[in-house]
């Protein structure tokens, strides 16, 4: 794959320099999911604007916290991180794709894909959803037929998520990813690759209990 292209033009006040945040747990029943939902709210209620993405590729189920604020129902209609991931895969695989200036940043913008929670966020506070991706027949073979090695080694599946991360950034200022549990190579995305601040749920529970 091609390095990525520029970074989209944007005027000097809507410019960002945002924090992704990951949370994490090794096993499930931390409260995870729950805490980033939280969080979200309190920060968008102060103004900010925030992503939340569902990353538990097998186990998505963000979408619930949100659902009495979600304008589309169901929400797992949408397009989301595997129908990203997929589409890069198809497009570098093609010799005839388009590789104009600023196509990896286009194919890794969150923007066609999210959804914004309908609420009257003060001081210009917005909180947008992410979802895993369209909960439909051919998402389980979707997910089972992606070779994360190959997407690395390959395809240069870095380069998308650097451009994943340059945009999430630019374009927020937070986002907040849900993590898979355990050991994987999602984990591995959601916490080495992409944030800049990983929270540990399972730590912050245990230090609770003593």
């Given at each position: ?35 980033l939902a939280n969080v979200a709210w309190i920060l968008a209620s102060a103004g ?55 196509w990896l940043a286009r194919l890794a913008s969150v923007r066609p894909h999210v ?96």
């Amino acid at each position: 794959a091609q390095a990525p292209g520029p970074r989209r033009m944007m005027h000097a006040a809507e410019q960002r320099d945002g924090t992704i945040v990951t949370f994490y747990s090794y096993k499930g029943g931390t409260g995870r999911t729950m805490a980033l939902a939280n969080v979200a709210w309190i920060l968008a209620s102060a103004g900010k604007k925030v992503l939340v993405a569902d990353w538990d590729l097998e186990a998505p189920g963000l979408d619930r916290f949100f659902a009495p604020f979600l304008p589309i129902s169901p929400v797992t209609n949408l397009h989301g991180v595997i129908d990203m991931v997929r589409a890069y895969e198809e497009h570098v695989s093609t010799e005839t794709s388009d590789r104009s200036d600023g196509w990896l940043a286009r194919l890794a913008s969150v923007r066609p894909h999210v959804v914004p929670l309908r609420w009257p966020f003060p001081d210009d506070g917005r909180l947008d959803l992410l979802t895993a991706g369209r909960q439909n027949g051919d998402y389980s073979a979707s997910l089972a037929a992606l070779d994360w090695d190959t997407f690395y080694e390959r395809l240069g599946g870095a380069d998308f998520l650097d451009a994943l991360r340059d945009g999430l950034r630019a374009d927020y200022d937070y986002a907040l990813i849900d993590s898979r549990t355990g050991l994987s190579d999602v984990a591995d995305i959601c916490t080495l690759h992409l944030p800049d601040v990983l929270i540990d749920q399972e730590v912050e529970v245990m230090h609770d209990e003593f």
